[in-house]
């Protein structure tokens, strides 16, 4: 059962891969179970759909949406699902990643997203977890230690 | 004919109203007909998905969304319409409108929009008599006289 | 055991209680039981830290804090938490907010926070119901009826 | 008659070029016939005005225009000319693209362009075509095409 | 022959008449003839050429240009007449006036102007004697008196 | 007991050793004794407690404290300790440190922190030791030749 | 002798003593011996040359500076003293005071200032009172009051 | 007497060079005498005072003053004589120039500068040729030639 995907990871481009990484390397070690998807709102606005209508049901839990400039992923998802979405604003290289940052997090209300830093897909792992720990003890336990080992190391 | 909506007219929220009124009044002026309607990408994805499917189709040749804050209607709207998309990012009381420019205007590649200024309601009206009049003369004329009276003004 | 708080909200001073008063109205409405404070990371750092420190034992799940400027609160109990930690920049008359906003989004590797919009206090509620929802089927409920609701509005 | 341009493309510098290929290349890639022109609003206003004064009656439809920092040259042409107006802003090395970004989209009421993003030239293609699109049903049935291929890609 | 205008003021709308009083008034002051024109760039530019083109030979040493948002208006003066060009840029109501002063300061290499502050109507009166007085002696000496009158106030 | 630290310096992550060094450099050349400890504000909450805590008792007069991103180690110090606190906000590949600045540089009342430049780790050792000189005339003195021989140079 | 000013506060305008007034208010319950003047860096450069180079010897232990816009006052005072400046960026009407912020804290490499937060003049008298706490036991008792009282409030 | 520096330029520092080479080089082109010096407003105030107070009764007419950062260079000068002050922002390496840039160009009411783009010293050199040109017909003369050569470039 550990093996059904808990968490589920859309990036908007093949490019964002080199940030996410990093976020699927830390739910790794956390032993946290994921899913990982590249599909565009805009692009390819019916992969996403399907993907966000149905995540719920594929016993997801928590939705981890990474994109740049014009970030809509995460609003998007956001939209389709009553799972919380964490969104991961990607650097640009015009405007450092602020077009990213503002486009997801200002969402208006009754949509809300739970954005971390630019290029932040490690805290996004982190707060996956964090969140899942509410509900699953061996997480919050994971949680404890990982603070613990931070502040030793 | 002429009574078919050319422009379709769509915005986030009922609060954009007081800015969007100024489109609608200037495509009046234009003798465009147009259709409005008030859809959140966020809080209701299926009635945008469903007008923004069919807007070709239904006649519609020119996009009209304005939204404020994580700005996405625009976006969405492209996604699903082979048709130009105007947007128009409203004033929000934080920021300005820089949230809502960047996350209209910094759309990636392959999906574009056409944006024009902060709460530029009036402009987006003349812009999309301006793409209609790349077709059909009478439009046309209209913009040559436009900017004729403006210029006389 | 309803009546435990499963929400800890937590504001950096007693004006911010103007936004925060939508967050409770919106946890209220959902029926979700929650304690609130006002303190400060700066002018109440012991407050803070023991209130943090203990808040996962006393049966919190979810912490939501709001904060302006030089917004540190949600960063400080972020650090002394396992729990995910929802942080709400509050609106500035100098610089719209963009201070609180980037004080509380981009926290470094290790220790996220999940950041809403500007004054974001509604959404701040239901990020948190959603976080509940994870484990907890009636507020899962709760939020699937919502999002309809509001699709309906 | 197809070899008649359909596209005017207008940039303010040589150094423009390295970005603004992407957009004829694109236009290339859709069949759409464009002539090209290097002048500055600034440092040749005599060339930009006869040609953008000429410009509907040679038969252009859309016009782009590219420029950077003060970025003048959409405007200047917008102002001479009922065709409508694209704007790229072209990015910075000071400001990342932000002043040409805000040069450019903010126009005032009664001469709109029709901004896309920072470097966004393969994006100006597209929505030059889409434009033609509304009135020519080879270039809205290459739009529908392009969309599917995207979201299959 | 004192009352042959030597500095031009040009404002791009006649709500930036409020400003651009302060900028009149404190030539008056000075005692600096001058001559005053609302013109658009973009929504009247035959107008703003020909007066451009036209001031060096009609006697003005000296051009105002005051104008806000996509503030063209100083740069397309500038582009026509070899007279030092003074931009006023206007605070705007979504960005503050951050936008009209980036669409004037940032000129690109060729044609300079001379930006002073957001809403800097009496500095660019003051300048415009400045330049005015690196020939005319009584200019000079106003300037020597008015910065000694500051001094002491 | 000239070798009684009199600065403490505290950085944030290891890797703002880079900037800092540029201090403790120029306290060495000023002889003023310091210590300097690597502690996160966030990943080690109760070393930089425990450090704060007790900076004054150990004879420490001023406090640098070094961070980046969502700054939060130098208003966290500040909450701590009576004794004046400076900080550096480290440039970030983001945001260029105006994350770093404002998250420190906008403190609330009633907690002050004394800001320096983005990277400004030089100048912090300078108003360190211009601080000690209120008090200690060897520092004074210092002050003062430093001053001229810059002036010199 | 408690009544030769210790904290000499400089204001580039009379219309900054709306702001500065909290400043001195704070010191007044402090205890601290203050001088107050209102001088221009750029209307009466002589006038603040004068106080500036002859503070230190008057017995003044700290500056405070508060100017707004192009806030040159705290870095033109810091050049002529080697006493500690303390400045005070004041909130402007056009950009909300990140003009005077910029200006003030991105002061160069030799000469720092320790800025406070926009119109942060409380602060700025709570930091002037810690660094005469650096050498006066009564002042450091003081701070250790004020932030014990602050935490019981 | 075309030996007598009719420009006088001054800048921050040696770094500064790079930049401000560009601005001696085209006054060298267009045949404009002129002086040039490094002196920090910060660590030179005296040499700063002392070349600015006397530039006028030198001979020279306009003064051109680039620096970064807190950039008070231009306003220090413009504060001590009645010369026009061109003044050039240099690009930063945190900010991109936008401290220079608001540090130099929003001066208060009653001393203003002639603010040019980012790093732009070639235009600050046409600017102050354009000024030399309203007096000396030679140099009008050769703004007339250079705006000629320029478009026919």
Chains 1, 2, 3, 4, 5, 6, 7, 8 share one sequence.
Not at 32 to 48: I, K, L
């Amino acid at each position: 059962m550990a093996d059904t995907p808990l968490v589920g990871i859309v990036m908007g481009s093949k490019s964002d891969m080199d940030v996410v990484q990093e976020c699927a390397d830390q739910l790794d070690e956390f032993g946290v179970p994921y899913e990982m998807m590249v599909a565009s709102a805009h692009r390819n606005p019916g992969r996403v759909h399907e993907w966000a209508s149905g995540a719920a049901e594929r016993g997801i839990r928590v939705v981890i949406a990474a994109a740049g400039k014009s970030a809509h992923l995460g609003g998007v998802v956001a939209a389709l699902t009553p799972l919380p979405v964490i969104t991961v604003p990607i650097r640009t290289s015009d405007l450092g990643g602020l077009d990213s940052l503002l486009s997801m997090v200002q969402m208006p209300k009754g949509v809300p997203v739970a954005c971390v830093a630019i290029n932040g897909a490690k805290n996004a792992a982190i707060l996956a977890t964090q969140i899942l720990g509410t509900a699953m003890p061996e997480y919050r336990e994971r949680m404890v230690t990982f603070k613990r080992e931070m502040a030793e190391d």
